[in-house]
């Protein structure tokens, strides 16, 4: 499948020497350094024009989902999110904002599945089985809850997968530890209701296939940063976090 081939011929050897260095360059600069030189280069991208990607560019889509959601809410997060990417690592990846649909033919040539907005997210019988097929085969879908999401949603993962169990993953689950370390979990971008950022997911053969985040907003985060003014420190850590769920997507 598409999907696997990616990852196992061009992702993984990439990242993984990659992230044998990180350590020593991270250790190398203070955090304002850091700060400074992502805050000047790499946390504003609207002057930037999407590039042509090589065929074997990581390719992420915008969900086009159903039920009345705001499903295109945020319309500088993905290409801003891709250049950190981009910028920080060594994937190979398509900067372009993509969009597709469940039932789109090309919904297996993208390995990350992006969805954010407010309200309801429904997904019809036929798109069920479609996705189950498509996570199952390799595929994964992160959710980014912007607000109005958690309870509909839960109950969609429920429904799509149900004999399995919808859980929560602990912090020192990998998708914290990828590629940054968040040893207290997922970041605290916005506040909505006072109430602790949680990551859920559906786990298939020991793969978490789905990361549904509420009460973080990292999408938000990745925003240019006139939209949300968010200090840097915040949109630092929503885009690490962004980076930590791609390279576990792609590699675990």
Known sequence: MYI???VKSTIRPLIMAFLLVLPV???AQTQTDLLERLTGRNLTYQQQKPTDPNPSSVRVARLHYGGGGDWYWGGSAIPN???????????????????????????????FLFATGHGVIAFSSEEKERLRQYLIGGGFLFVNDSYGMDRNFRQEMAELFPEREVVELPFDHPIYHSFYDFPNGPPKIHEHDTKPPRGYSIIVNGRAVIYFLVESDIGDG????QVHNDP???RLDALRMGL?????????
């Open 4 to 6: 696997r081939y990616m």
């Open 25 to 27: 360059a991270a250790g």
């Open 81 to 111: 999110f891709l250049h950190f990417v981009r910028d920080n690592s060594d994937f190979p990846v398509d900067t372009m904002e993509h969009q597709i649909t469940i039932m789109d033919p090309d919904l297996f040539r993208y390995p």
């Open 222 to 225: 990745w925003e240019d940063p």
């Open 232 to 234: 840097d420190e915040k």
């Open 244 to 252: 930590n769920i791609l390279t576990y997507a792609l590699l675990y």
